[in-house]
């Protein structure tokens, strides 16, 4: 008897270590390709009207006086969409990043107990600020230049003060085209860390081959991508790009989730999500992305507006932003449970 419990207590810990395996387990009840298939065909077409919808509707806006990107309610949506795309990266990103690049299957020798997705995610803030920095110093540089040259030709020409000062006239020149052009890359920076999670999401959900995994995320995924373009379209505004620049902003976010469904169901049968090439991958683009989002949303759009005058004078405008971000990013940490 002594023996037999001494058996039992012994295999305990090798039943338990077998039960974590790396091979992909099928359950018979669950694994139905047809129905999966039908399933991530209503997926894509319910997660492409969504965020077309959601990057739309600040577009939209536009044609509304109260809904201008001067107004308070655009702002209000922006402090929304602000706190979605925080807690996209906090919440629904870096937890992915964690899970594959601290996944059993990669071994203990992978990196041992340095936190590589928090590296990663740091590294991708750090790249994200020096581009905005050197992008915007060479604008300004290129710019104060040709004015002053300008400005020099000027005087020449009409035999006036030559000693002018070319720093107040580059200050009154430059200010509207500095604050557009950082709109502009803050938008374009957001749609890349955008895409690169929202494919990452597609082909996951696209592989998988289980109706009742796929089914609760149709609508998360859904609400999902809907918030993520309401707040990616707001930046899109304030950016003013021409129309063709606009259009193929808005049609890329659409498509990117769709595209990666796509992609996931021509692998679907081949793709083995718990190899270690695809954990590393999907690790280390996830915790990128993270740190882009985690950046962006909080110095570029939380930080920036909550300077303002408007909000820095007005404290119901303060109270309402609060409550705004509260809302953004309840909603999509709600949505984690199941996407």
Known sequence: MNSKCFLLLFL???????????????????YNKNQALKFKLIAIASILVAGAVGICIPQFGKMFESFSPEGIVFLVVKFFAAGVILATGFVHVFPDANESLENPCLGDK????????????????????????????IFNRLHYNNNVAELVHDEEKQEGNMHAHPQTFHGHATGSSEVLLRHRIISQV???????????????????????????LIAALSFHQMFEGMGL?????????????????LILF???????????????NTYDENSQSALIIQGI?????????????????????????????STRLQTLAFISILLGLGCMSLLAKWA
Do not use: R
């Not at 041992?112 to 992008?135: K, Y």
């Not at 882009?292 to 939380?302: E, H």
């Open 12 to 30: 305990f810990p090798v039943y338990i270590y077998a039960e974590c395996t790396c091979e992909e387990s099928y359950n018979t009840n669950n």
């Open 285 to 313: 683009l996830n915790a990128a992305s993270a740190g882009i989002l985690i950046y962006m949303a909080l110095v570029d759009l939380l930080a920036v507006d909550f300077m303002k005058s408007k909000v820095q004078t």
């Open 233 to 249: 379209g707001s930046c899109i505004t304030e950016a003013k790009f021409k129309v063709g620049t606009v259009a193929t902003m």
């Open 110 to 137: 992978a990196w041992g107990d340095f936190p590589l997705a928090n590296f990663v995610a740091m590294l991708a803030a750090v790249t994200v600020m020096l581009v905005e920095t050197v992008v915007t110093s």
């Open 190 to 216: 957001l749609e890349i860390g955008i895409i690169i999670h929202s494919v990452i999401i597609g082909i996951s959900l696209g592989v998988s081959t289980h109706p009742k995994t796929i089914k609760p």
């Open 254 to 268: 659409s498509l990117t989730t769709p595209i990666g469904i796509a992609i996931g169901i021509g692998i679907s």
